[in-house]
C-alpha cells in the first residue's frame, strides 16, 4: 500500500485520546473501561447499524437467487432500488435514488443498468472497474455508486462518504481525497486507506478488527474531532549527539544481540526478512517526518520567512544520498540523513550505506540526525556532522564480488 501517505504519529495521537473518551464512557455505562474491541456498548451502538444496513440490503436483493432471464424486465432495477434504504440510511445520500428512478423511464437503460447490476452480483467474469465506471453515468453520486459493491461483499468494500472522510484523511496528513473523484482507482486507493488503518489498529492491539470496524473508526474519528479538541503532535528538538571521540567500539560479535545495522540479531528460524524490511520501512519512514517536522520547527525559531518550504523529504531521489534537504539561517543547504538507532550501552548502531558516504564528501554542509524510538510519539533525536564520523567506527557488512570466468 504505497500509496498510503497517512502520519502515523498524528494517528496515533488521536487514538490515543479518542481511546481515552472511550474508555470513560464505557466506565460510565458499567463497562470495564479497555477499549481493546470494537465489541463494546459505545462504538457498537454508534456504528453497529452498519451491519444492519448490510444485512437488510442483501435480504432485499436476494441475489443468489437471480438468473440472467431476470435483465430487461424491470425486476432487478426495482430490488435494487429498494436496497438503499430509505432517508434513515445515511451511508448513502437518498437523492441518489432519483436518478436510479429516472432509469425506470427509459427501457434501455433499465436493460443497461439491470445487466450491470446483475454482472456485479453474479458473473465473476467481468471486471469490477468496468462495471463501477458504467454505473457512475445512471447513480452519479460516489456514495451511492460505492454502496452496491458494499452490499456484495463487506469483508472487501465499504461505503464512502466524500467530504466525511476527506476530513479524516486531511487530520492525520494524507493527502488523499475523495470528492469530485469517483472512479474505480480512487476507490482502491480508498480501500486502501482503510485496509492500512485496519492493520494499523491491530498493531496497536486492538482485537480482530474488520474493514467496516476501521471504516466505522475513521467515521467516529472525525465526529470525535469536531467536539473534542486533541493534543496536539509534541515536536522533539534535535539536539547535538555528545560523541566520545577517544573510544573505539569492537568489533561486532555474530552471537551479540544486535546486529550492525541496528537491528534485533535473530536465528534463522525466527526471522523473517519479509516482515523485517517492512518494519525497516516503517520506522524509517516514521523517523524522515519527526527530522522533517523538527527541522522547520528550527527554521521557524531562526525567522526563517518560509520553513515549510526550504525543507524538502527527497528520500524516495536514493541516489542523492540523503534523506532531506534543509538550510542553514544564511541560505546554506543542509544535507541530512536521516537513521533510525538502537542504544547500546555506551554506543548507538546504525547502517550507512557506501554511497551516502560517498556523498558526504563532496556535500560540505552533511548532517546525520539519529533518532531513537520513531515509532512512539516521544522519539529522541540528535544530530552530529558528517566530518565527525571516525572512520574506525565504521564495520564491513557486506561485499561486492566480481569473478573472473573462464566460461559459464
Same mark, same amino acid.
Given at each position: 500500500m504505497d500509496d498510503v501517505d497517512i502520519d502515523p504519529r498524528i494517528l496515533r495521537?488521536?487514538?490515543?485520546?479518542f481511546k481515552r473518551s472511550i474508555e470513560k464512557e464505557m466506565e460510565n455505562n458499567g463497562e470495564i473501561p479497555d477499549f481493546?474491541?470494537?465489541?463494546?456498548?459505545?462504538?457498537?451502538?454508534?456504528?453497529?447499524y452498519k451491519t444492519v444496513v448490510f444485512g437488510k440490503g442483501q435480504t432485499i436483493l436476494q441475489f443468489m437467487d437471480w438468473k440472467e432471464d431476470l435483465i430487461g424486465t424491470g425486476y432487478i432495477l426495482d430490488v435494487f432500488i429498494k436496497s438503499y434504504g430509505g432517508k434513515d440510511n445515511n451511508l448513502v445520500d437518498w437523492r441518489s435514488l432519483n436518478e436510479l428512478n429516472k432509469v425506470k423511464n427509459s427501457k434501455t437503460k433499465t436493460e443497461k443498468v439491470e445487466r450491470l447490476v446483475f454482472n456485479l452480483y453474479k458473473n465473476r467474469n467481468v471486471? #469490477? +472497474?468496468?462495471?463501477?465506471?458504467?454505473?457512475?453515468?445512471?447513480?452519479?453520486?460516489?456514495?451511492a455508486v460505492a454502496y452496491p459493491f458494499f452490499l456484495k461483499d463487506m469483508n472487501q468494500y465499504v461505503p464512502v462518504k466524500p467530504q466525511h472522510f476527506d476530513k479524516f484523511f486531511k487530520k492525520v496528513g494524507s493527502n488523499f481525497r475523495t470528492w469530485g473523484r469517483c472512479s474505480w482507482e480512487n476507490y482502491q486507493q480508498y480501500l486502501n486507506h482503510i485496509k492500512w488503518i485496519k492493520n494499523w489498529l491491530e498493531d496497536e492491539g486492538i482485537d480482530k478488527v474488520s474493514l467496516i470496524d476501521a471504516h466505522s473508526f475513521c467515521w467516529m474519528a472525525v465526529n470525535w474531532l469536531e467536539a473534542h479538541p486533541f493534543t496536539p503532535l509534541s515536536l522533539p528538538v534535535s539536539k547535538k549527539l555528545n560523541i566520545d571521540s577517544s573510544r573505539i567500539p569492537e568489533v561486532q560479535n555474530k552471537n551479540e544481540k544486535f546486529n550492525s545495522d541496528g537491528s534485533e540479531?535473530?536465528?534463522?528460524?525466527?526471522?523473517? #526478512? +519479509?516482515?523485517?524490511?517492512k518494519r525497516k520501512r516503517e520506522l524509517g519512514n516514521a523517523a524522515e517526518k519527526w527530522v522533517e517536522d523538527s527541522e522547520i520547527e528550527r527554521l521557524r525559531k531562526l525567522g526563517h520567512p518560509n520553513p515549510k518550504k526550504a525543507v524538502k523529504n527527497v528520500s524516495r531521489e536514493r541516489r542523492l544520498g540523503y534523506d532531506i534537504k534543509s538550510c542553514e539561517k544564511d541560505g546554506t543547504p543542509r544535507y541530512i540523513e536521516v537513521k533510525t538507532i538502537q542504544r547500546r550501552r555506551e554506543f548507538i548502531t546504525f547502517h550507512i550505506s557506501k554511497n551516502e558516504l560517498l556523498q558526504a564528501k563532496f556535500l560540505q554542509n552533511y548532517w546525520i540526525y539519529c533518532v531513537l524510538n520513531p515509532d512512539s510519539n516521544t522519539p529522541e533525536v540528535r544530530h552530529f556532522h558528517i566530518r565527525d564520523l571516525n572512520e574506525e567506527w565504521l564495520s564491513p557488512t557486506s561485499f561486492f564480488a566480481k569473478v573472473p570466468i573462464k566460461d559459464f
Open positions: 495521537n488521536i487514538f490515543e485520546d481493546s474491541s470494537f465489541s463494546n456498548i459505545i462504538t457498537s451502538s454508534e456504528e453497529g471486471p #469490477p +472497474a468496468q462495471i463501477f465506471d458504467s454505473l457512475k453515468p445512471f447513480i452519479k453520486r460516489y456514495d540479531n535473530k536465528s534463522d528460524d525466527e526471522f523473517d #526478512p +519479509a516482515d523485517w524490511d
